[in-house]
């Protein structure tokens, strides 16, 4: 029986053997040593870009920053204008929409604005720093700064889109600038007191036009607009009560859906 058993013995001292002595030979972990550091500005820079920041020039030397959501060459461009106390921001939801939809889109700081989304606007601040004047009104010449760039760059009129009081100028800048081929308005009004009256100024408008509003503003709005060319005017009532300005289309408006259906069979009309 011994002799039986001796063989198995030893095979079982060579396995052991041998897995000690592979246990033995095997790298030992370095408890102090870190997991290596990417910085994160690397990872950011890995990430495809949504815009590239441009700086415009008004007609009176400010410089204008804006946030510009190429596509391709050949594609429509958008200007898009914030509202009152703003800033580009209102547009990044809204822009990123557009770009799959096929449009270039171009959303610009308004001399006129603010920090109500949370965002630094780069043209107020340095229009203040310049003690230049920064009404409602006075956002007109940066309008009109971004719809002569982005028509040139594209070799093309824009579409126009404005919010609140930026939606009013579009009105009255639509209205005498060929290099502006159609609007959008979201809640225009008659927001300059005797400086400006917006139904005189836009009168007879011969472009498509797409004009909104909430659902309290629609009466308000639509005797605005009663003396844009008919067959021109595209005017939605949303169901819900809606929102007030561009942030109608925002995700986190309930009714935005209903919003964005109007507007995306207008611009379809465009295409």
């Not at 429509?76 to 809204?94: F, T």
């Not at 009404?135 to 404005?162: C, F, M, N, R, T």
């Not at 503003?217 to 819900?240: G, H, M």
Request: with cysteine.
């Amino acid at each position: 029986m011994r002799a039986y058993l001796l063989p198995f013995c030893l095979l079982g001292s060579i396995l052991i053997f041998t897995a000690c002595w592979d246990e033995a030979s095997r790298p030992k972990p370095n408890v102090n040593e870190k997991p290596p550091v990417v910085a994160i500005d690397t990872i950011e820079r890995t990430k495809p870009m949504l815009f590239e920041e441009q700086t415009l020039t008004a007609a009176d030397g400010l410089e204008i920053s804006a946030d510009l959501y190429h596509l391709n060459d050949d594609a429509p461009v958008a200007v898009l204008c914030h509202q009152a106390r703003s800033n580009k921001e209102e547009y990044k939801e809204i822009a990123t929409r557009l770009k799959t939809l096929g449009f270039n889109c171009l959303a610009l700081d308004q001399r006129s604005g603010g920090t109500l989304l949370g965002a630094d606007n780069q043209t107020a601040t340095r229009a203040i720093a310049a003690k230049l004047d920064t009404e409602y009104l006075d956002a007109k010449a940066d309008i009109e700064a971004g719809i002569a760039y982005a028509s040139k760059k594209y070799g093309k009129p824009v579409l126009l889109v404005g919010s609140s009081y930026s939606a009013s100028l579009a009105l009255v800048i639509a209205n005498n600038n060929e290099q502006v081929k159609a609007l959008a308005a979201f809640s225009p009004g008659e927001y300059f007191g005797e400086k400006l009256k917006v139904a005189k100024e836009s009168a007879k408008l011969n472009k498509p036009c797409f004009i909104t509003s909430s659902k309290d503003e629609a009466k308000d709005v639509a005797k605005l607009v009663s003396t844009i060319e008919k067959s021109k005017l595209t005017q939605f009532v949303p169901e819900a009560e809606g929102v007030h300005g561009a942030k109608a289309l925002w995700e986190k408006n309930p009714s935005n859906k209903e919003y964005w259906e109007a507007f995306e069979s207008f611009l379809k009309s465009l295409l």
